[in-house]
């Protein structure tokens, strides 16, 4: 399949050119194996600067037995190495989670052979179908999938929320969830929160469509907030909205002072960014700050930038 290309027109008075290709399917031989990739990319350069960014994809599909029925399977390529037995770790630092080793993902159809609405699962970890949980493998030879009941001890989680979703990770278990109000089957673990977004209101939304998108920091100088799972119980969550503010004035040069505002979400989770999917800039409108006297009367006043 050829390459479709796209150039994208750079800012006035700017000597960036950019341009976008793909997607395209290339036949790649890895292992003494053929397999089809699908390709995408971005390529820019200016008079002093230049690089090319690729995307790969690539997935392993197989059928296997989930009790009495028979369900499509895939197994995607999350880290763009052509393999698919790869599991994500994540980053630990003071026992909080810095960042996450990319991983494959296991994607098991509705029973329809469909991806419609999959249920998905990171590779490794167990996967819950229609009340069973299962482990998805890989054949060591990466031509094959395999799936086999576990036994897995849960208990639930409840989240107040309207919609959201969450990566949380545990001891022995790394989950991607989504769900509401109702309380959501996990495996029994104590996990610290990572990524998650909402959609109930914050203050900051000027549409009502809009949703809340969180990077919770979870080092800290004190304690991680966490949250124990265990069989048979319910466990409520306190996560996201609502957002405690807190200016920081510190003092730069001389009399000069920086100010900066920290958000803490409804456990106290540091927030490292916040995002607002569907507004024209993606952030919240530029917070403005009041500085009183003790009179209560303004003695200054502006707008923080973001940076």
Known sequence: MPFRSRRIPPPRGSDWFQASFGPATLKVLRN??????????????????????????????????????VRAVRVID?????????????????????????????VVDTGDGKF???????????????????????????TKVSARQVDVAT????IDHEQWSARVVGKKHILCLAGGK????????QYVVGMYQESAPTGYERRSKAHLGLGLR?????KVPTFAVTAGKVTNVAVGSPLNAQVDARRSRGSSYTLSLKFTDAAGREVD???????????????KVKILDAEGKTVFQTTLEYG
């Open 273 to 287: 960014y916040l995002s607002v999917p569907g507004a024209r800039s993606g952030r919240p409108d530029s917070p």
């Open 218 to 222: 979870s080092v800290y100088s004190g």
């Open 78 to 106: 999350g880290n763009s190495n052509l393999s698919f037995s790869d599991a994500a770790r994540p980053r630990l630092r003071r026992g909080g989670v810095v960042g996450m080793v990319g991983g494959d993902t296991v």
């Open 116 to 142: 419609a609405k999959p249920t998905k699962a990171l590779y490794g970890q167990p996967v819950l179908v229609e009340g069973k949980w299962y482990r998805v493998d890989v054949s060591k030879d990466e």
């Open 32 to 69: 003494g194996k053929t397999i089809p990739v699908g390709v995408t990319g971005n390529y820019r350069k200016s008079s002093t600067y230049g690089r090319l960014d690729l995307r790969l994809r690539a997935a392993l599909g197989g059928t296997c037995r989930f009790g009495d029925k």
């Open 182 to 189: 109702d309380p959501l089957t996990v495996p029994g673990d």
């Open 155 to 158: 208990g639930q989680i409840k």
